[in-house]
Nanobody, 117 residues
Framework: QVQLVESGGGLVQAGGSLRLSCTASRSISRLNAMGWYRQAPGKQRELVAIITSGGDITNYADSVKGRFTISRDNAKNTVYLQMNSLKPEDTAVYYC??????????WGQGTQVTVSS
Protein backbone atom coordinates (compact mmCIF):
# COMPACT_ATOMS: atom_id res chain seq x y z
CA GLN A 1 0.00 0.00 0.00
CA VAL A 2 1.11 3.57 -0.70
CA GLN A 3 -0.07 6.84 0.80
CA LEU A 4 0.35 9.86 -1.43
CA VAL A 5 0.32 13.47 -0.26
CA GLU A 6 0.07 16.29 -2.77
CA SER A 7 1.07 19.87 -2.10
CA GLY A 8 1.83 23.07 -3.95
CA GLY A 9 -1.59 24.01 -5.23
CA GLY A 10 -3.03 27.47 -4.89
CA LEU A 11 -4.32 30.56 -6.64
CA VAL A 12 -2.26 32.07 -9.44
CA GLN A 13 -2.85 34.55 -12.22
CA ALA A 14 -2.90 33.48 -15.83
CA GLY A 15 0.63 33.20 -17.16
CA GLY A 16 2.01 32.30 -13.77
CA SER A 17 3.65 29.14 -12.51
CA LEU A 18 3.16 26.55 -9.80
CA ARG A 19 5.03 23.42 -8.82
CA LEU A 20 3.08 20.52 -7.41
CA SER A 21 4.70 17.83 -5.30
CA CYS A 22 3.53 14.32 -4.53
CA THR A 23 5.35 12.52 -1.75
CA ALA A 24 4.86 8.80 -1.25
CA SER A 25 4.97 6.87 2.02
CA ARG A 26 7.34 4.30 0.55
CA SER A 27 10.03 4.05 -2.07
CA ILE A 28 8.84 4.88 -5.56
CA SER A 29 11.89 3.62 -7.38
CA ARG A 30 10.29 0.30 -8.27
CA LEU A 31 6.78 1.51 -8.94
CA ASN A 32 5.60 1.00 -12.47
CA ALA A 33 4.76 4.65 -13.02
CA MET A 34 3.65 7.84 -11.35
CA GLY A 35 1.20 10.31 -12.81
CA TRP A 36 -0.71 13.53 -12.39
CA TYR A 37 -4.39 13.78 -13.24
CA ARG A 38 -6.88 16.60 -12.87
CA GLN A 39 -10.60 17.03 -12.53
CA ALA A 40 -12.42 20.26 -13.20
CA PRO A 41 -15.96 20.85 -11.92
CA GLY A 42 -18.50 18.95 -13.98
CA LYS A 43 -15.81 17.14 -15.96
CA GLN A 44 -14.22 13.72 -15.86
CA ARG A 45 -10.81 13.16 -14.38
CA GLU A 46 -8.17 13.36 -17.10
CA LEU A 47 -4.54 12.47 -17.48
CA VAL A 48 -2.10 15.38 -17.30
CA ALA A 49 1.29 13.67 -17.30
CA ILE A 50 2.91 10.36 -16.43
CA ILE A 51 6.47 9.21 -15.85
CA THR A 52 7.92 5.72 -15.71
CA SER A 53 9.91 4.33 -12.82
CA GLY A 54 13.24 5.14 -14.39
CA GLY A 55 12.09 8.59 -15.40
CA ASP A 56 13.11 7.96 -18.97
CA ILE A 57 9.65 7.94 -20.46
CA THR A 58 7.10 10.70 -20.01
CA ASN A 59 3.78 11.40 -21.63
CA TYR A 60 1.65 14.53 -21.57
CA ALA A 61 -1.85 15.56 -22.46
CA ASP A 62 -1.84 17.65 -25.61
CA SER A 63 -3.32 20.58 -23.70
CA VAL A 64 -0.26 20.88 -21.44
CA LYS A 65 2.61 19.92 -23.76
CA GLY A 66 5.32 22.54 -23.74
CA ARG A 67 3.98 24.14 -20.54
CA PHE A 68 4.09 21.37 -17.91
CA THR A 69 6.99 19.14 -16.93
CA ILE A 70 6.79 15.99 -14.82
CA SER A 71 9.84 14.75 -12.96
CA ARG A 72 10.67 12.44 -10.10
CA ASP A 73 13.24 12.28 -7.32
CA ASN A 74 13.41 8.68 -6.19
CA ALA A 75 15.66 9.56 -3.26
CA LYS A 76 12.89 11.78 -1.88
CA ASN A 77 10.03 9.49 -2.95
CA THR A 78 8.56 12.52 -4.68
CA VAL A 79 7.12 13.33 -8.07
CA TYR A 80 6.80 16.91 -9.27
CA LEU A 81 4.68 18.73 -11.79
CA GLN A 82 6.12 22.06 -12.89
CA MET A 83 3.34 24.11 -14.44
CA ASN A 84 4.24 27.20 -16.43
CA SER A 85 2.18 29.60 -18.53
CA LEU A 86 -0.93 28.62 -16.63
CA LYS A 87 -4.32 29.26 -18.17
CA PRO A 88 -7.76 29.59 -16.57
CA GLU A 89 -8.70 26.27 -18.18
CA ASP A 90 -6.00 24.59 -16.08
CA THR A 91 -8.15 25.22 -13.01
CA ALA A 92 -8.93 21.87 -11.40
CA VAL A 93 -8.17 19.57 -8.52
CA TYR A 94 -4.89 17.84 -9.32
CA TYR A 95 -4.38 14.26 -8.18
CA CYS A 96 -1.28 12.14 -7.95
CA UNK A 97 -1.47 8.46 -8.88
CA UNK A 98 0.99 5.67 -8.20
CA UNK A 99 0.82 2.54 -10.32
CA UNK A 100 2.34 -0.38 -8.43
CA UNK A 101 1.74 -2.81 -11.24
CA UNK A 102 -0.74 -2.55 -14.09
CA UNK A 103 -4.20 -2.48 -12.54
CA UNK A 104 -3.09 -1.65 -9.01
CA UNK A 105 -3.21 2.09 -8.38
CA UNK A 106 -3.22 4.44 -5.43
CA TRP A 107 -4.42 8.04 -5.40
CA GLY A 108 -3.66 11.09 -3.34
CA GLN A 109 -6.32 13.34 -1.87
CA GLY A 110 -5.82 16.08 -4.44
CA THR A 111 -4.71 19.69 -4.41
CA GLN A 112 -6.67 22.62 -5.81
CA VAL A 113 -5.17 24.76 -8.55
CA THR A 114 -7.05 27.91 -9.48
CA VAL A 115 -5.91 30.15 -12.31
CA SER A 116 -7.51 33.57 -12.51
CA SER A 117 -7.83 35.51 -15.75
Amino acid sequence: QVQLVESGGGLVQAGGSLRLSCTASRSISRLNAMGWYRQAPGKQRELVAIITSGGDITNYADSVKGRFTISRDNAKNTVYLQMNSLKPEDTAVYYCKATIVVGLNYWGQGTQVTVSS
